[in-house]
């Protein structure tokens, strides 16, 4: 199995910034895409933004040219560096992974993982 830890989140003012980590740990293979989700109450969750394992990037149109996300494959780690941050931008952020794992009957996977949440508040 594997697990997704995310770390980072807080309270900022507007127009400040936040790094998100997401490590992932277990009997992990290889990672395909990670991505970071976000989500309000009564919302459903929303993409913000995908890596793949070559480095290849995508962003929500509402987040692009003030999130990067980039990844640290040796540590099975995503970032998610938020600049320039809105009141909007206040949510539950959450990572996820689709990742092949080895247990003691071969290769297992890939499967979909997530983590547990954590939450960015942003000030007006």
């Known amino acids: 199995q594997v697990q997704l830890v995310e770390s980072g989140g807080g309270l900022v003012q507007a127009g400040g910034s936040l790094r998100l980590s997401c490590a992932a740990s277990?009997?992990?293979?290889?990672?395909?895409?990670m991505d970071w989700y976000r989500q309000t109450p009564g919302k459903q969750r929303e993409l913000v933004a995908t890596i793949t394992s070559g480095g290849s990037t995508r962003y929500a149109d509402s987040v692009k040219g003030r999130f990067t996300i980039s990844r640290d494959n040796a540590k099975n780690t995503v970032y998610l560096q938020m600049n320039s941050l809105k009141p909007e931008d206040t949510a539950v952020y959450y990572c996820?992974?689709?990742?092949?794992?080895?247990?003691?009957?071969?290769?297992?996977?890939?499967?979909?993982?997530w983590g547990q949440g954590t939450q960015v508040t942003v000030s007006s």
């Open positions: 996820n992974a689709d990742a092949v794992y080895y247990s003691s009957s071969g290769r297992r996977g890939p499967y979909n993982y």
């Open positions: 277990g009997r992990i293979l290889y990672i395909n895409d």
